[in-house]
């Protein structure tokens, strides 16, 4: 009954109102749409762009070259929201997109490194810098447009409609990438097909660039300037004025960092576990997130009206706190779903790396060129390989694998007969699996519970749509017109960056570093109670906040 009528509420608005959230939207559509591109290609990317060093360590760079798109995210905050406050929102979020949307375009044209050598990687990276460049301006001015646009009682769940597009660029990312799969076959589409989905982005990009030059500066904008109250250094203003860091401070340490998280870890991260850690198939997985998706995009705006009814701070307060004590159990009920033989076989015959702890180096080798030669690091890679979760006890002599009460004797691999020790390690490993019922291959399709796995994704789901359009409306009501721009981006492309982009590559680190498959999700738990915190100590609430002060 919520959501019905919120959204028919919406279907109220004027014809004018809604052409300014479409046009505003779309930056973020594309925005979403392409690193959703990133992540759902992970494979192929890595494939092309990163073949000069082993699968592992392809897949991590392919993860920290979606996280690079992050690292200039800040600085193009500070660049565009300077352009934003000094000249208008209109045009520099047309900048923005057009800049966004070439480089998108430009990833599809670069070669592979058996083509180019190392200058793939490097231009790989480059266009995805440009990019992070090109979204520290993009987001947050579509933000403060349609808020400055919205009625004061309605202005969350109006910037809800636009983070909602983060969805639909999820949506759309996906709608494109399965038709090509399915029509062009597994071999073809990981040659060449992959580049297709970022080519046909100029189609979306010439969209947006036409619907965005008809529309009008904001009306608080154009209300600041003919008062002759806009700001003519608004990054010194922002940055030098202690009243004015200090809620960037708040913004960027207490609010934001939650908020990313919690949205990441439900909208990708949950994919790289389904497919990398539970062995679903790609496909399948995929289905499985569109559908949770799509139900969880209306409560974006349900809960942004929320906000505007009850509080911007107890809404995104409630989706840190959801989320820290129900991410871990949501994940463990994943596996079960997922792959319920694998669950079981943890259960009944859990694995444990039984070594001298002096002799186990840190099992993160994303270049490559580490080599592990004691018995514990051996065997904790073997492990490690066939992708299977496992704890640590501390031992003396040779290192062992205990798989329930069965144990197998390691290998160490420095030793004259390595190979030998090393090949019986392995075979008598892989046989105390399979007689504790370890799936070694993909889940079975047949055993995937599907309407539980998309039930737990939408919950999922759910306390990042609690968290994102109260967070983001709350930010651009912290700052006074003159600044708004400058303000609010740089704090939220600041945290958005290390905080989020960084989570799978960070996730993924942390599995490598100690074995346990579910031991990543503490980063994102960490964050989102430290940020439930902070922010309950020190974010004001700012519904009712009047945004035309300048």
Known sequence: ?????????????????????????????????????????????????????????????????????????????????????????????????????????????????????????????????????????????AIIYVAEHAPADRRAAWNGYVVLTAALGFLLAVGVIIPLRLSLGAGPFTDWGWRIPFLVSVILLAISVWIRLMLDESPEFRRMKAEGKGSKAPVAEAFGQWRNLRLILIAALCIVPGQAVVWYTGQ??????????????????????????ALSAPLYVVFGALADRIGRKPVFLMGFVLAAVLTLPIFHALTTYANPALARAQENAPITVVADPAECAVQFNPVGTATFTSSCDVVTDAVAKLGLSYDRRSGTGPATVQVGSARVAGSAGNTPDAATQKARF???????????????????????????????????????????????????????????????????????????GFLPATAFSIVAATGNVYSGLYYPIGVAVAAAILS??????????????A
């Open 268 to 293: 990708f991260y949950s994919f790289f576990f389904l497919t990398k850690v539970l062995k679903v198939e790609g496909l399948t997985a995929n289905l499985l997130l569109i559908i949770a998706t």
């Open 426 to 500: 392995e075979r008598e490993l892989k046989a105390a699996l399979a007689a504790a019922s370890y799936p070694l291959g993909d889940a079975d399709p047949n055993a995937i519970n599907k309407p539980m796995i998309v039930l737990l994704l939408f919950v999922l789901l759910s306390f990042g749509t609690m968290t994102f359009s109260a967070s983001t409306t709350a930010l651009l009501e912290m700052f006074p017109s003159r600044i708004r721009y400058t303000a609010m981006s740089f704090p939220y492309n600041l945290s958005s960056a290390w905080f989020g």
């Open 1 to 141: 009954m919520a959501t019905a009528a919120v959204l028919g509420r919406a279907a109220s608005m004027t014809a004018k109102e809604k052409r300014v959230i479409v046009a505003a939207s779309l930056g973020t559509v594309f925005e979403f749409y392409d690193f959703f591109l990133i992540g759902l290609l992970a494979s192929e990317i890595a494939k092309a762009f990163f073949s000069g060093v082993n699968p592992t360590a392809g897949f991590i760079f392919t993860l920290l070259g979606f996280a690079a798109g992050f690292l200039l995210r800040p600085f193009g905050a500070v660049v565009f929201g300077r352009l934003g406050d000094l000249v208008g929102r209109k045009y520099t979020f047309l900048v923005t997109i057009l800049l966004m949307g070439l480089s998108t375009f430009v990833v599809g044209l670069v070669p592979t490194y058996a083509t180019i050598g190392i200058t793939a990687p490097i231009a790989f990276i480059t266009l995805r810098m440009i990019q992070g460049l090109a979204l520290g301006g993009e987001f947050g001015g």
């Open 536 to 549: 309950l100590l020190f974010a004001r609430e700012t519904r009712g906040t009047d945004i035309s002060r």
